[in-house]
Nanobody, 124 residues
Framework: QVQLVESGGGSVQAGGSLRLSCAAS????????MGWFRQVPGKEREFIADTRRIGNNAYYAEYADFVKGRFTISRDNAKNTVDLQMNRLKPEDTAVYYC??????????????WGQGTQVTVSS
C-alpha cells in the first residue's frame, strides 16, 4: 500500500516562498504520476501540478494556469519524493495542499493515493 506524507506547509506573507515535500512509502513510484492539489473550505479540490513519466527517465510536468511561472514541481525518484516550490505567493494561495499519486494520471482521473494534506496560509 502506498502512503504519502506531506511536509513544509506553514504561514508566509504575500510575495514569500514555501517549499512543500511529499514522501512516498510502500512502493517505488518512479513510474507513477505524482503531483499536487489544493482545497479551500467550501470549494472543490483543484489541480495544481503534476509530473509523469513519458519515457525512459524522461518526465513531463504540467501546471494549472494560476500557478504557471510561480510554482515548480520536481521529483527525486531515488528518494521517492515530489516537491512543490512555491514562489510569489498570494493570499488566494491559502489552502490545504495535498500530494497525490496514480499509476496513470492524477489530472485526468481520480488519483489512487492521497496524502493527509498540509496547510498553507498566505497573509497580505
Amino acid at each position: 500500500q502506498v502512503q504519502l506524507v506531506e511536509s513544509g506547509g506553514g504561514s508566509v506573507q504575500a510575495g514569500g516562498s514555501l517549499r512543500l515535500s511529499c514522501a512516498a512509502s510502500g512502493r517505488t513510484l518512479s513510474s507513477y504520476a505524482m503531483g499536487w492539489f489544493r482545497q479551500v473550505p467550501g470549494k472543490e479540490r483543484e489541480f495544481i501540478a503534476d509530473t509523469r513519466r513519458i519515457g525512459n527517465n524522461a518526465y513531463y510536468a504540467e501546471y494549472a494556469d494560476f500557478v504557471k511561472g510561480r510554482f515548480t514541481i520536481s521529483r527525486d525518484n531515488a528518494k521517492n519524493t515530489v516537491d512543490l516550490q512555491m514562489n510569489r505567493l498570494k493570499p488566494e494561495d491559502t489552502a490545504v495542499y495535498y500530494c497525490a499519486a496514480d499509476q496513470q494520471s492524477i489530472r485526468y482521473r481520480l488519483p489512487d493515493y492521497w496524502g493527509q494534506g498540509t496547510q498553507v496560509t498566505v497573509s497580505s
